[in-house]
């Protein structure tokens, strides 16, 4: 039987007419331990993100833009069909729901793994069209043979040395903020934002350096939720320095029964269990998580470590570059030991600790899907000609980097090069610009699509979005997209900049750098203005660039970052390598 039939057996087993299996695990996280992934199992869908449902005779996965080519291709055969989310044409899951499942039928999903804004969408739905909700059981532990076990890994404590701040120190400024919210306790499920706070570090997601933990902070007392067996003696010891409770990693579902007076809780990260338990007499304030806004503004010792750690990091990126360049068509390199090769020179800088995410390295039309991995089935020999781009990132002690270089690999067709032009021009774009105190990611977004949208072009994503400081690479609540982000930019946050043109069967190409919201001018009469500063090292392959297509400021910002970044990087190569940069960094 496949994974599909045999929860469908689970289903009838346990009287459940439809069942939802999210992408994520009980704190939300966007990625998530190997025990969490059952959406996976059950589909064969591997992508970071989706929601499959599963009826008694039809199944649906909803994902979104950035994976409807590998989602056609991996469910190709299921029986379960794909829903494009934002995609005329399709519904939400909402949307399905209501007009699917009928009076007194049930749907079932595990509560702690669903967040209270929807499963309070879900309860709506319920009361409006007469069906009952379960979400009591996870099915999946009743089908999931072998299923992997939670890391029993230890955390450890991050040096104030890289945080900038004492745990004492953003504990009592979570306290001036609960106070201007009339809050009595903040529950914290987010597990980078329980990181953030306490600085503490762990090994139990791969590739986000965060420890399974759950966290509640009141008046006069900050707890710490977390298995016994992953806190070493000198780790206890600074956080009761730190005035740090610790107390066993599920009691805090037992714990907020206790509860009295108000309770402040993010409803995107609350799971719907852990909300359900919270007294009704308790009053709920609902809002983004205070630490997520709080650890958006990055403070001057983590600005100065990420400087250092980016340079770090470009140094391993010309070292790739030049082996790369000098070795195709020479050895033989697929996109697998390509990758496998960069994540080796990565891990010879100072304060490595491993990749942010899984490297993405896509050859011709394996980089038009946005998140391709490959496998040792899928992946490509590289030759001399088309495009290879590499999407990549490393956790290091002092700082998370993310950077995209599509590289090119031999002559490119005149379609091809203007693709690669349009996007670089859509970089500078965004890249350059100078804005308005209050402008949010949504204001500017436009920026680096309008060169694309001249020739019908565009990306079915984000442009950018916020990098946490030896934390997650994705990292709220700033964002660079369309709609659905009316944060305001300030200075201090880190945003990505990563227009793109995504060609199935044919080509992909992204230029991705991290950027830093500075402070401009200010002018009496007209307010405040911000820019940002680019704090990615990395040559622009010049070889892809139709210089007709460019204007004379364009031009100027391309040398003026080139010059930049030889500056940066020179003093740490040796002659060879110095020599190979200063070509590769020349003046267009």
């Known amino acids: 039987m496949s994974n599909l039939e045999v929860i469908r057996e689970s289903m009838k087993k346990n009287k459940v007419d439809y069942y939802i299996i999210p992408s994520t695990d009980a704190h939300q996280s966007e990625y998530v331990p190997d025990y969490y992934k059952g959406r996976a199992y059950v589909s064969g869908f591997t992508g970071s993100a989706g929601t499959l449902l599963i009826g008694m005779t039809e199944a649906y996965l909803w994902t979104d833009g950035r994976y409807f080519i590998q989602a056609e291709n991996e469910l190709g055969g299921t029986g379960i069909e794909l829903m494009k989310m934002m995609t005329p044409g399709y519904p939400t899951i909402e949307e399905w729901i209501k007009n699917n499942i009928k009076k007194g039928e049930v749907l079932g999903f595990d509560g702690t793994v669903i967040a209270t804004n929807q499963y309070k969408n879900y309860s709506d739905l319920a009361i409006e069209n007469k069906f009952y909700i379960k979400m009591d059981k ?47 306790n903040y529950i914290i499920t987010s597990l980078d934002d329980i990181a953030w706070l ?48 610790i107390r066993n990693y599920l009691d805090i579902y037992k714990d907020v029964k206790k509860l009295k007076g108000t309770a402040i809780i993010d409803p995107a990260k609350v799971n719907g269990k852990l909300y359900t338990l919270i007294p009704s007499k308790v009053e709920i304030i609902e809002v983004l998580n205070i630490t997520t806004s709080l650890k958006a503004i990055k403070n001057e010792i983590e600005i100065a470590n990420t400087e250092v750690s980016q340079i770090r990091d470009g140094v391993a990126m010309v070292k790739f570059i030049k082996w790369l360049k000098e070795n195709i068509g020479k050895i033989e390199v697929d996109e697998i030991s390509a990758a496998d090769k960069l994540e080796k020179l990565r891990s010879q800088g100072e304060n490595y600790k491993g990749l942010s995410f899984n490297t993405i390295a896509g050859y011709k039309e394996h980089a038009a899907m946005m998140h391709y991995s490959a496998t040792e089935e899928s992946k490509y020999t590289l030759k001399t000609e ?8 490393a956790q290091y002690l002092d700082g998370t980097t993310d950077i995209t270089r599509t590289f090119i690999m031999g002559t490119l067709t005149e379609e091809e090069k203007r693709d690669f032009t349009l996007v670089l021009k859509g970089h500078i774009g965004l890249a350059s610009s100078i804005f308005l105190k209050g402008a949010t990611g949504a204001n500017l977004d436009t920026l680096a699509r309008g060169p694309l949208w001249k020739y019908g072009l565009d990306y079915k994503c984000g442009t950018g979005h916020g990098v946490g400081f030896f934390l997650n690479v994705h990292e709220g609540p700033q964002g660079l997209r369309q709609s659905g982000n009316n944060t305001v930019l300030e200075p201090g946050m880190i945003i990505t900049n990563e227009p793109g043109v995504y060609k199935k069967d044919k080509h992909g190409i992204r230029i991705e750098n991290t950027l830093l919201v500075t402070k401009a001018f200010e002018d009496e009469e007209m307010g405040e203005f911000y820019k940002f500063r680019t704090v990615s090292y990395c040559p622009i392959d010049l070889n892809g660039v139709n210089a007709e297509i460019l204007t004379k400021d364009e031009k100027e910002w391309i040398n003026s970052y080139h010059k930049m970044v030889y500056d940066k990087l020179n003093i740490y190569l040796n002659d060879e390598e110095r020599e190979f940069l200063r070509e590769e960094t020349r003046a267009i």
């Open 138 to 184: 996870d099915l999946l532990e009743e089908v999931w043979e072998d299923r992997p076990e939670l890391s029993k890994d230890e955390i450890f404590i991050l040096d104030t040395k890289y945080a900038g701040k004492s745990a004492k120190e953003k504990i009592k400024e979570v306290r001036d903020e609960m106070k201007k919210l009339g809050g009595d």
């Open 386 to 393: 088309g495009m290879f781009l590499v999407d990549s990132g």
């Open 198 to 245: 306490y600085n503490i570090r762990g090994n139990d997601i791969t590739y986000n350096p965060v420890g399974l933990a759950y966290a509640l902070v009141k008046e006069d007392e900050a707890i710490l939720y977390i298995e016994d067996i992953k806190i070493n003696s000198d780790v206890r010891q600074s956080l009761n320095y730190e005035g740090i409770i």
